[in-house]
């Protein structure tokens, strides 16, 4: 069962909108948490990355946010822009020698004219 | 910035041939990742080296093998390709020091089994 699911699994908005990305984890015990963006056929990119004392974390028009007591995050987009069409992916971290990604499924995004 | 290189971008290979991804990671990072990533699926980590030794083990199969080399470069080798080793490979890499340990990805290497 995967550790970290996301949803919803796909969305369709309208560019210049607003949406919010939801990620639920049961991984433990816990490091960080971070939010990718990935291109088709691209490697994913950081967006943000949250350790559980942080509470929200912006990076440009991504704001993220993180619940550790209830083991839930979110990412809004704001205004979005057509190039913000892709996959979005949350990815918990195992504190580990390794700290190991557990990776949601991602939710993709569309966004249209 | 630097960023990690994996070369090359794309490959086709023929089943039960072999194939070799390169992954040259950002200077000064001491641990690579390796990825598989299926179509529509999330990334599943195979192998992890840190300086130089193999450091954790994920679902790699046994017809793969990786290393890490002097320059911190690493090569996954696949040998006995199957169709179903059709997919996206990654490799990350990261400063096993650093705050959060965070990990950089490349650009992937698309390889197709025909």
């Known amino acids: 069962k995967n550790q970290v699911e996301q949803s919803p699994q796909s969305l369709i908005i309208l560019e210049g909108k607003n949406c919010t990305l939801q990620?639920?984890?049961?991984?433990?015990?816990?490091?960080?948490l971070r939010w990718y963006k990935q291109d088709t056929g691209r490697g994913p990119v950081s967006l943000t990355i949250m350790t559980f004392s942080e509470n929200t974390k912006s990076n440009g028009r991504y704001t993220a946010t993180l619940d550790a007591d209830t083991k839930q995050s979110s990412l809004h987009i704001t205004a979005s822009q057509l190039s913000d069409s892709a996959s979005y992916i949350c990815?918990?971290?195992?504190?580990?020698?390794?700290?190991?990604?557990?990776f949601g499924a991602g939710t993709t995004v569309t966004v249209r004219a | 910035a630097a960023g990690v290189i994996q070369s090359p971008r794309h490959l086709i290979k023929e089943k039960r041939e072999t194939a070799t991804l390169k992954c040259y990671p950002i200077?000064?990072?001491?641990?690579v990742y390796w990825y598989q990533q299926g179509p529509g699926q999330d990334p599943q980590f195979l192998i992890s080296f840190y300086e130089k030794m193999q450091s954790d083990k994920g679902s790699i199969p046994d017809r793969f093998s990786a290393q890490q080399f002097s320059d911190y470069h690493s090569e996954l080798n696949m040998s006995s390709l199957e169709l179903g080793d059709s997919a996206l490979y990654f490799c990350?890499?990261?400063?096993?020091?650093?705050?959060?340990?965070?990990?950089?990805f490349g650009p992937g290497t698309r390889l197709t089994v025909l």
């Open positions: 990350a890499s990261s400063l096993a020091r650093s705050s959060y340990n965070e990990q950089f």
């Open positions: 990620c639920n984890y049961t991984v433990s015990p816990f490091s960080n």
């Open positions: 990815v918990v971290t195992v504190r580990s020698n390794d700290y190991k990604l557990s």
């Open positions: 200077p000064r990072h001491d641990t």
